[in-house]
């Protein structure tokens, strides 16, 4: 299936590292005009070495920096809300900073940026599509994960109200929701045996993702072959949400 996205402009928060990494590099390849966003200018300088991309420097769990980063961004037509944390820690310990934090990164990011722009495309009246990267935690409570699976199955409701109450002006909006994924802190955090074995056992086909994998899913839903699918949360996560 070729995917061509020549002509838009795309918006990936998240982007220095990891899947947002392989999102923006595969935008770029498939011919779109891609604007990164992360917090780390030293990520920001490599991705416009490498891709040449326009960067936007914010930290989005700051709502303010969060509206002029999209200021900044200019006119978009597709955008991937994927910037997102976890900070691992049991319910009865998880400490309300924490929780404010991934909330505001996972959560409240997606709502102010996703509004900024959906303004935007409302105003041009050209339509658009959004994905918001979401996790298999939305739909299953993961040990040591409280306020991260309360932050994605939070994304997961915001993306189905987006997708109600943009599609009348032809803004589709899904999620995609991976499994563990190997980025280099998934790799380090799950590559313990005695803490990825049984993660894996729960995935029928037997693996962890890679970014590509959630690179492809998102590609797709941005583009026109998905022009009939608005308001979905696809699971990319081996079979672990059918058990």
């Not at 032809?170 to 803490?195: Q, S, Y």
């Amino acid at each position: 299936m070729d995917i061509r996205f020549e002509g838009k402009r795309a918006l990936v928060t998240g982007a220095g590292k990891g899947i947002g990494r392989e999102i923006a590099a595969q935008l770029v390849k498939s011919g779109a005009e891609v604007v990164a966003l992360s917090r780390t200018q030293e990520d920001l300088d490599s991705l416009k070495a490498e891709l040449g991309c326009q960067t936007v420097l914010a930290d989005i769990g700051d709502a303010q920096q969060a509206l002029k980063a999209v200021e900044d961004a200019g006119p978009i037509d597709l955008l991937v809300n994927n910037a997102g944390v976890a900070i691992i820690e049991p319910f009865l310990e998880t400490s309300l900073d924490h929780w404010d934090t991934v909330l505001n990164i996972n959560l409240r990011a997606a709502f102010v940026v996703g509004q900024a722009v959906a303004k935007g495309m409302v105003a041009r009246g050209t339509g658009g599509s959004i994905v918001n990267v979401s996790s298999q935690a939305s739909q299953a409570a993961l040990p040591g994960h409280t306020a991260y699976c309360a932050s994605k199955a939070g994304l997961d409701h915001l993306t189905r109200m987006m997708a109600l109450e943009l599609g009348p002006h032809n803004i589709r909006v899904n999620a995609v929701n991976p499994t563990v994924i190997l980025t280099p802190m998934g790799e380090k955090v799950w590559g313990d045996p005695a803490k990825g074995a049984p993660m894996l056992a729960r995935i029928p086909l037997g693996r962890f993702g890679r970014p590509v994998h959630v690179a492809d899913a998102v590609l797709y839903l941005l583009s026109d072959k998905a022009d009939m699918i608005t308001g979905v949360m696809l699971p990319v996560d081996g079979g672990y949400l059918v058990g």
